[in-house]
């Protein structure tokens, strides 16, 4: 028998409500706990609905077992017959009172990329491509899922592949990617894909291989939970194909070593990164980024970018710094059209440079 109730205040009908095209007879019926204001009786069928985490709702057909006088209503205990056939998984997870087709955020959990409603219809999986590379095994198997969902496949900037996906295929995708060494991507609260530029196959790489290091940064950091979206960019030199200076964490190569960047955003009010340390080795990068996301998990708010944190931290000293001046600066850029408020811009550059220097204190890197 079900031991908690999984749905609240459900609506129990005696004909089926439309939601679902097709119900699928379970292989072997089991029973679920539901609170309802509709009093029912043992042995009657009912049809009801339940909300998914995947963002849509999810038809479900039973048989009352019993039904207990509550205060407000009645909780009703149901033998599942049927369930709809578009999200038997999702619907099955939900009503056991198991784990949600996506993972709830919040509290250190990631919340990872799939099944994610779009408006035509179709539901959005992140593939995890570290570096951007994928190997013909693996182009195969996206090949073959997106052909069996809505038959194409879309490119992120930030070198992931979105696959739309049809909701019979949420159960196993999971495994379908596993199987050719894929993962799925992270959405918020962890490690996002790490990108990485050519390395040394390109002509103008410092005499480093941000290809290689992206790849052994992925290893390492791919998917850790964080207290929020952790962005992180390999580029080999100041040309900065990778965008670094607009992530967490940025890596620029420079004769053989990198700066190290944090704090950028390529948001709609872009902000660069600040250097917190340069020449650094090649094999030190992964422990200090290790560090600097460490400091990171220990100062931030929940659900707070790192950027946000560098410039919370930083403002007192910013504003007792600047007094007015960023006002005065301000009045230079009159009568031009800039789509900026330069003394907020200003402001908020000197708080993330001051923030940047508690991370440096923080950590020992202070020149």
């Known amino acids: 028998m079900p031991a908690a109730v999984v749905a609240e205040e459900v609506f129990l009908d005696s004909k089926p409500l439309g939601l679902a095209d097709e119900l699928a007879p379970v292989g072997e019926p089991f029973c679920a706990l539901v609170s309802s204001e509709d009093e029912v009786r043992p042995g009657q069928i009912v049809y009801f609905g339940v909300d998914l985490e995947i963002g849509d709702v999810g038809e479900v057909k039973a048989r009352v077992l019993s039904c207990e006088p509550r205060a407000g209503g009645c909780e009703v205990t149901l033998e599942v017959l049927a369930l709809d056939a578009r999200y038997p998984g999702p619907l099955r997870r939900a009503l056991v009172g198991g784990a949600p087709a996506v993972p709830a955020a919040g509290n250190g959990g990631v919340t990872w990329a799939l099944g994610l409603k779009q408006t035509n219809g179709t539901f959005a999986t992140l593939v995890n491509c570290p570096a951007g590379l994928l190997t013909a095994a693996q182009l195969r198997t996206i090949a073959e899922l997106a052909e ?12 992931r592949v979105v696959l739309l996906l049809k ?18 991507g992270v959405l918020h609260h962890g490690i996002r894909n790490i990108r990485g530029c050519c390395g040394a196959l390109c002509r103008w790489a410092q005499e480093t291989d941000g290809l290689g290091l992206a790849l052994a940064l992925d290893q390492a950091l791919f998917g850790r939970p964080m207290k929020f979206d952790v962005k992180i960019a390999v580029s080999d030199c100041a040309r900065n194909c990778m965008e670094a200076y607009c992530v967490d ?36 990068a992964i422990p200090l980024v290790e560090r600097i996301l460490g400091w990171y998990e220990a100062n931030a708010l929940d659900g707070e970018r790192l950027h946000k944190t560098l410039e919370r931290l930083g403002r007192p000293e910013a504003e007792a710094r600047a007094g007015g001046s960023f006002h005065e600066a301000a009045r230079a850029f009159e009568g031009v059209e800039l789509g900026d408020d330069v003394a907020r811009t200003l402001s908020r550059k000197l708080a993330r440079s001051w923030g940047a220097r508690r991370l440096q204190e923080g950590l020992g890197l202070v020149p």
């Open 249 to 284: 964490i940025g890596l620029i190569g420079d004769r053989g070593t990198y700066g190290v960047y944090v704090g950028g955003a390529a948001s709609a009010h872009q902000l660069r990164a600040v250097r917190v340390a340069q020449g650094v080795a090649p094999v030190d």
């Open 167 to 184: 909701p019979g295929q949420l159960d196993t995708v999971r495994d379908d990617l596993a199987a050719a060494g894929l993962r799925v």
């Open 148 to 159: 069996k969902g809505a038959g194409l496949a879309k490119l992120t900037h930030a070198q």
